[in-house]
């Protein structure tokens, strides 16, 4: 995809979705280009090489502008190798290199070089100088490195020591190759260091490398002794993570033998020491000052031991320095409750109580509340690393139990009881709450299409109570009607409710409704279905015996099935007000469309021996194309008159229709159809069986002819055909749906049914199986919903 796009205004809101959509696309390697209005007529396609290219005459691309500060508060995990912003602090661009774990910046300068020491170059560094306790570094003080340069560029190469002196420097290289770098030391040695000395730890362009070298520093030539070193004493507060400043600091008191330079220090000793250095000038009494360095970490009195670097090796011990535990005061009557309240709902962490807390010593923590009411506040362990007010927040916990308002007692360490305070905080009461038990929904009352919905017409929803108060609890209106019911829960627990129907029912058929209630308990979403009984349908029998349903007998399928109410009734598989069958008998032209119109037929059977003249095939096409009514075909004689209404009806002249001989089994295609996935049975894969001797099949289908069955199993060969749109279906045999209770036969009569007229499978033709009364019921079940929804019942056939 190669985008242009054009935006005077919102350049960076249009370069962001197109990113979004350049990113999202399907897979795709093409580049994309923006372009603003400054340029019209320019190529949309990018320049090769690039992924994303922006073109404009008077605008840039502007990346995120943050301060040395912003930039360093980022946290690692966010910092990207190559992420990029404007240092505005600097004014330069800078970008974070995951190799040396560092921002670089990008002033125009070169780019770092690449440098290493080898192990041989790191054995051939020299150190030139003399280096002595408490002498300033000189210009003869410096270190001689060999490196080696893969890639020309700038460089900061430091040697550093934990003994106050270091050697640095920084330029370019102009080409790669072998250099000899002379770095120049800085600073005063503070300790004397024999033999190996100082370890030396060297550093290039931010990267610490495995070489090390060492210096001996030698000591300084002084004498003098420490007074009175049970007298020392410690100066300044020391609170437990607060640093130590130049006001914390020990005086000391000595005699000055041989002066020089001096340097006394202590252990360190819970997080913190003391050490100072000089040069006595001169000999005598003289005083001294040690600063104390570090933060402390815990409370308690900590000893000290003082060493001195005089050659009389003075040292004094168990200088005592306590650091303060910590304490502080709260100020309960500012306090601030946050959060919401309820009883029975558990505290989240938005549940917090902040307290305002002067700190008069720092140190670790816990302030707590007291539990009532089931809850209590916490602020979990906490460090006051700072003096002074503060606010501290406490977390709560736990679930209130009842509504009101509980007092709580705030507590901590340090936190003297006599300053102890209370905060209030107060409960709200739920709102009315139930859950409803969507698969215990019962109905009450008949529901059909056209009959008004009277009080007898309920819904009974069962609900769990868990606040009482009033309840409203309704439906959506489907069909033209729906449910409601409303009153006041005065109990917890399983109850019933009664929603009452309201309104007339419109269609037949099954309607989902949605239940909504006021209750504030987020439930299941509850849908229950009604079931709404089809209007009487009006079945026309043409033929003659068992094969059609006017002139077969109860205890015969054809007739049998379509008069069980389980099948077909109030409620049945398919509730329908009733079916009213009229035998037609071998009724052709105007008496059948007599037949039709006076009886306002639904649905028409032919079975054997019809076969419809030329005036019957055109009012049995005007009944299925205008009247919207379902014509039932099945035929296996007199084949061109057959073949001229199927192709009538499909508006086609495609089709073949063949007779062959002894096929008994027909197999079900596996198609998703509403016949096949009919109410009765699912049929895909099944059998259909033929009635005795023949039957006839359908080839050359067009798009709107739908096989459901083939011929004996031959591919392209359809022994039940269906029409796509139109109420219409043709069946091969004429005797399908012929059988009884009783008859065995695994040649004839493949139709069996129950002696309440159930639809059965038939054991038929070398083991086999059929199910040609479940197609039937079938059959029948999309032929009423089809009429229910189509038929014109004030039309008339020609």
């Given amino acids: 995809m190669k985008n242009k796009i054009y935006n005077t205004s919102k350049i960076i809101a249009v370069f962001a979705f197109v990113l979004v959509s350049f990113c999202s696309a399907f897979a795709q390697t093409n580049m994309t280009k923006i372009q603003d209005a400054s340029i ?49 602090t600097s004014g330069c661009f800078n970008h974070w290199s995951a190799l040396q774990t560092t921002w670089l910046s990008i002033c125009g300068t070169p780019p770092p070089a690449v440098v290493n020491i080898t192990p041989e170059q790191c054995s051939n560094i020299v150190v030139n100088g003399t280096y002595t306790q408490g002498i300033v570094i000189s210009d003869s003080n410096y270190l001689n490195i060999p490196v080696t340069v893969s890639q020309p560029g700038t460089y900061s190469i430091s040697a550093v020591t934990n003994n106050g002196y ?26 004397a260091t024999p033999t190996p000395g100082d370890t030396v730890a060297i550093t290039i362009n931010g990267l610490l490398r495995e070489c090390t070298i060492n210096i001996e520093v030698i000591p300084a030539n002084v004498d003098y002794t420490i007074n009175n070193c049970g007298t020392i004493s410690a100066a300044g507060t020391y609170n437990i993570g607060i640093p130590l400043s130049d006001t914390n600091k020990m005086s000391l008191t000595v005699n000055v033998i041989t002066p020089g330079f001096w340097s006394i220090t202590s ?40 060493s001195s670097n005089a050659l009389s090796a003075t040292t004094c011990t168990n ?94 360490t340090g936190f003297s009881a006599a300053t102890s305070c209370a905060v209030d905080v107060t409960i709200q009461r739920q709102p009315i709450a139930y859950t409803i038990n969507c698969s215990g929904i019962t109905l009450s009352g008949s529901y059909a299409p056209g009959l008004a919905m009277n009080a007898s017409n309920t819904m009974s929803v069962p609900v769990t109570v868990n606040y009482i108060g009033d309840y409203t609890i309704s439906t959506n209106a489907q ?82 099935i379509l008069q069980s109410l389980s099948n077909f009734g109030p409620t049945g598989v398919v509730k329908v007000e009733g079916i009213n069958i009229v035998n037609g008998a071998g009724s052709m032209g105007a008496s059948l469309s007599n037949l039709i119109n006076n009886n306002d037929i639904d649905i028409i059977v032919i079975a054997y021996t019809y076969f419809p003249n030329a005036a019957s095939i055109l009012i049995l096409e005007d009944f299925v194309k205008n009247k919207k009514g379902v014509l039932i075909h099945s035929q296996e004689y007199e084949l061109p008159g057959a073949l001229n209404l199927i192709n009538r009806i499909s508006d086609s002249s495609s089709m073949n229709l063949s007779i062959a001989g002894a096929t008994w089994l027909n197999p079900v295609l596996s198609i998703s159809d509403p016949i096949l996935n009919g109410p009765f049975r699912d049929l895909k894969g099944s059998t259909i069986g033929a009635d005795l001797n023949s039957s006839s099949y359908l080839t050359g289908l067009p798009a709107n002819m739908i096989s459901l069955a083939t011929k004996n199993g031959v591919a392209n060969s359809s022994f039940v055909t269906k029409h796509a749109t139109l109420g219409y279906i043709f069946i091969g045999d004429s005797g399908w ?55 014109v019942i004030d039309y008339d056939v020609k």
Avoid: H
Avoid at 536 to 553: D, E, H, M, R, S
């Fill in 267 to 306: 252990n360190t000793v819970n997080g913190y020491s003391f050490s100072g250095s000089g040069t006595f000038t001169s000999t005598g009494v003289q005083n001294v000052e040690i600063l104390g360095t570090g933060q402390p970490i815990a409370s308690g009195t900590n000893n000290f031991n003082l």
């Fill in 40 to 88: 019209p007529g320019s190529s949309t396609i990018p320049v090769k090489g690039a992924v994303l290219e922006l073109e404009s005459t008077n605008k840039g691309l502007l990346v995120p502008r943050i301060t040395t500060a912003q930039r360093d508060n980022m946290p690692v995990a966010n910092r990207a190798d190559g992420l990029l912003i404007y240092n505005t």
């Fill in 737 to 791: 749906t012929a059988g009884d209770i009783t008859n065995t036969s695994t040649t004839i009569w493949p139709a069996k049914m129950s002696s309440t007229g159930v639809p059965q499978t038939k054991a038929y033709n070398s083991g086999s199986t059929v199910i040609n009364s479940f197609l039937y019921a079938n059959v029948m079940a999309w032929a009423i919903q089809y009429v229910q929804e189509n038929t």
């Fill in 166 to 191: 270091y050697f640095e420097k920084s330029g370019s290289f102009p080409a790669a190759g072998n250099y000899n770098l002379l770095l120049q030391g800085v600073g005063i040695p503070n300790n």
């Fill in 319 to 412: 200088i005592p320095v306590t650091v303060a535990p910590v304490a502080y005061t709260v100020n309960c009557a500012s306090s601030v409750v946050s959060g919401s309240y309820m009883e029975n709902v558990a505290l989240t962490g938005a549940n917090t109580m902040t307290l305002s807390v002067d700190v008069t010593a720092t140190g670790q923590t816990t302030i707590t509340s007291n539990t009532v009411n089931g809850i209590s506040f916490s602020s979990g362990v906490i460090e006051l690393t700072t003096l002074g007010v503060q606010n501290i927040i406490l977390t709560g916990s736990g679930t209130p139990l009842v509504p009101g308002t509980s007092s709580y007692t705030i507590t901590g």
């Fill in 479 to 560: 069909n033209g009607i729906s449910f409601s019911g409303s009153g006041t829960f005065t109990g917890k627990g399983s109850q019933n409710v009664t929603l009452t129907a309201t309104g007339t029912p419109t269609d037949g058929g099954s309607f989902d409704y949605t239940l909504t209630s006021n209750s504030t308990v987020a439930g299941p979403s509850c849908n229950t279905t009604v079931k709404f009984s089809f209007r009487k349908i009006n079945v026309l029998g043409l033929g003659a015996g068992t094969y059609q349903p006017g002139t077969a007998t109860a205890s015969q399928s054809t007739r049998g």
